[in-house]
Structures are given as structure tokens and as C-alpha cells.
């Protein structure tokens, strides 16, 4: 197996282990209840959420809240893994690390969290770091006009309290559009290059070959 194509099947293995679960988590209801994020308490006593920062992503509040974030999630992740395949797992764990400890620190008023839809928001980020990494003008330009649009949504969703694209169900729950931030600043900083790339240095003349770089006037 070429040594490329790894990238490629450990991430789409990881997304279907995601996909998988996301389904059958949603036919489990008292699971679903198990491994949602809900807040604790710090101190002494210990906090509910123990492995569920981790698995609150795989649940979900209805099966169209469901089936909203799972589409997305797969064509999300068909993009990254042609674009970015190394980068995929990093953005996923970037995220859903940072989505519950932001939920925490930043958004008093939830108690819990479940849904696919800030590990979206990181995909997202994903595609607009690798339209961004091409260096050419019109992908740049579409990377921009893809970080806008998630800055509006994100403006709308708080400013009204609904949910732009998601069906809503009133009672049921709320939108988490700093969720969506968080995740989408995480998959961008996890596609974006760790250094700007670098022309590369001049080859060096070969043994008695003449030097045809020009010499500084005060050489000559």
C-alpha cells in the first residue's frame, strides 16, 4: 500500500467509526442521555462529564437534528480527505476538545451539549484552510468568502437564537453558534501550514565552474 494513500484510510475509517456510531447512538436513548455533555461542578466532588467531552458529539437531540449534522458531516469529510487527508483527524480532535471546555468556560446557561454539528464547523474550517493553502487567487478568494459566511451564520444564530440551516425544534433545543466558532477556529488552525513555505536555496556551483552570479560593483 503507497505510503499516501494511508492518510486517506485511516481518516475515512475514522469517519465511518463516527458515522456508525452517530446512527446507532441514535436508536439508544438511555446511552444517548449517558453520553451527552452535561455540565458538573469543579472542586472536591467529581464532574459528571468524564469520557463525555469526547462522546457528546455522537448524540443528538432528535433524528432530524441527526440526520441534519451526519449529511453534512459526510460531505465535509469527502472534501477534507481529497484536500487534506493528514490533517483530518487533527481537526477532529482539536475540535472536539475545545467545544466542551469553550461550552464550559463561555456558555454558563447550558447544562448539556450533544450533536455533530461544532465537528462540521471544524470540516469546514478544514476546506477553507486547504483553499487558503493553494495560494492562487480564486480559491483565496472563495476561502475568504467561506469564513465570512460562517461568521454570519454564526451573527444570526446569535442574534436570533434560531438555527439557520438545522430544522428547528422549539422546547427540544437550543443552537450553540459559539460551538460552531470554536470548532471552525479549531479546524483552521489545525489545516493551516505550520511554517509559509520557502523558495529553495540555490544550487551550488560544481567544482571549477564559473560563478555567473553578478558581482556587487565594488567587487568588480
Known amino acids: 500500500m503507497p505510503a499516501s494513500r494511508l492518510p486517506v484510510i485511516i481518516g475515512a475509517s475514522l469517519a465511518l467509526a463516527i458515522a456508525v456510531s452517530t446512527v446507532a447512538l441514535g436508536f439508544q436513548a438511555l446511552l444517548t442521555e449517558t453520553w451527552q455533555w452535561q455540565r458538573g461542578e ?3 466532588r467529581p464532574m459528571p462529564e468524564r469520557w463525555q467531552w469526547l ?3 455522537l448524540t443528538h437531540w432528535s433524528w432530524g437534528h441527526l440526520l441534519w449534522d451526519l449529511g453534512a458531516f459526510i460531505v465535509l469529510s469527502i472534501v477534507c480527505l481529497r484536500a487534506l487527508p493528514a ?9 472536539a476538545a475545545l467545544i466542551p471546555l469553550e461550552i464550559r468556560l463561555l456558555e454558563p446557561q447550558f447544562t448539556s451539549y450533544r450533536g455533530l454539528s461544532g465537528l462540521d ?6 476546506v477553507v ?16 468568502l467561506g ?14 437564537g434560531a438555527t439557520l440551516f438545522a430544522p428547528e425544534e422549539p422546547g427540544l433545543y437550543l443552537p450553540v453558534p459559539s460551538a460552531h466558532l470554536t470548532g471552525f477556529v479549531a479546524g483552521l488552525l489545525a489545516g493551516l501550514p505550520v511554517r509559509s513555505p520557502r523558495s ?3 544550487a551550488p556551483c560544481a ?5 555567473t552570479f553578478p558581482l556587487p560593483a565594488w567587487h568588480r
Open 207 to 211: 567544482p571549477g565552474s564559473r560563478n
Open 147 to 160: 469564513a465570512c459566511g460562517l461568521v454570519g451564520k454564526t451573527g444570526f444564530e446569535l442574534l436570533t
Open 55 to 57: 462522546t457528546s458529539h
Open 42 to 44: 469543579w472542586g472536591i
Open 121 to 126: 464547523s471544524a470540516l469546514f474550517g478544514l
Open 200 to 202: 529553495p536555496p540555490p
Open 87 to 95: 490533517r483530518y483527524p487533527l481537526a477532529l480532535a482539536f475540535a
Open 129 to 144: 484552510a486547504a483553499l487558503w493553502r493553494t495560494q492562487t487567487s480564486l480559491p483565496r478568494l472563495l476561502a475568504v
